[in-house]
């Protein structure tokens, strides 16, 4: 059985019979939502001015914080290339790679966990773990990073502007704050929020029969909400092995391997689907290049659905009406740098 709503008219392109068509997949939206969680993104949080963003979105674009000065933040979350690198796994600043996919920075502050295991409770506490990692950035302490930046009077400056009140500002807890902050300003709105505003000429047909389709086949039991995902943990591979569909070349246990709880076995983050056709490669991995081949291997092994082809093809272009836009301040490292 095909969920995907196509309305067929007679040899007609009239006005009035295309308007038809986008009423009623408009209707079959407006019962759908409310079982979705759907909503539009929320403001940044934070002023681009702040002191405190400014501090962060240069330490965002600084190699200085990993050890020999080959990584920064944003070599890992470009924001050039929405706030990814577009590898499967990222090298580190020895050059090693990691061994999981590097997620968006993109509105990652709205999240409710961060990684892919979930670890990290929010975005300050996430921007100070891969700067200590030996693989990722590979500073050897904390105290190391603040006696580097206390040498440099470009950052005592920005430390003390933004921590006004600190005898000593130039500490990994403020560092974290910052980039934690900046992150804060990464919020990308799509035609997909214009759309949930009233303007429903915002999408075309092929994205409103994929966002029916997207709803009915049971995808928004873990992609729904404001960031249509984002939120919780769930097993990757619910009715079959992940592995044997991704082609992975290593399985991997996913939040089980943190504390070897059998509860949380293979379970990884939902991720987050906004700006998910710019963000690829795809899976904690980054196993899988191609959109439409994700959707249809998770069509099969989450939800055991046989998508058709014409589902796929509308849902992808559902997938892209989520794409927004980078904001432009943070779009490029900060002059002065």
Known sequence: ????????????DSKKETE???????????????????????????????????????????????????????SCHNLATFGVDNLPTSPGDAGKNGDRNSPTTLNAALHRMQFWDGRAKDVE?????????????????????ENRLNTLPYYQNLFKTAFPEDKNPITYTN???????????????????????????????????????????????CHGGELLGGTQLQKFGVHANYWEYTKSEKIDKGAFTLNKDTTKLYQ?????????SK?????????????????????KV???????????????????ALEGKVPTEAAHAPEGL
């Open 1 to 12: 059985m095909s969920f995907c709503f196509v309305f067929l008219f007679a040899c007609s």
């Open 20 to 74: 038809e068509t986008t009423d009623a997949l408009d209707l079959v939206i407006e019962e759908k939502l409310g079982t979705t969680g759907f909503a539009p993104l929320k403001a940044a949080a934070v002023s681009f001015n702040d002191p405190k963003v400014k501090l962060g979105h240069a330490l965002y674009y600084d190699k200085r914080l990993s050890k020999t000065g080959n990584n920064s933040c944003n």
């Open 125 to 145: 506490e996430q921007a100070g773990m891969p700067i200590l990692n030996p693989v990722e950035m590979a500073i050897p302490s904390r105290s190391f990073l």
């Open 175 to 221: 560092l974290q704050n910052a980039i934690g902050t900046f992150e804060r300003t990464l919020i990308t709105p799509s035609r997909f929020d214009s759309y949930l505003q009233g303007d429903k000429k915002a999408l075309s047909e092929s994205e409103k029969n994929g966002m029916i389709s997207f709803i009915l086949i049971g995808c928004t039991t």
């Open 268 to 276: 990884f983050k939902v991720p987050s689907l906004r700006n998910i």
């Open 279 to 299: 963000t690829q490669p795809y899976f904690h991995d980054g196993s899988v290049a191609d959109l439409a081949e994700t959707v249809n291997i998770m069509a």
């Open 302 to 320: 989450q939800l055991n659905y046989n998508i058709s082809t014409e589902e796929t093809t509308n849902i992808v272009a559902f997938l892209k």
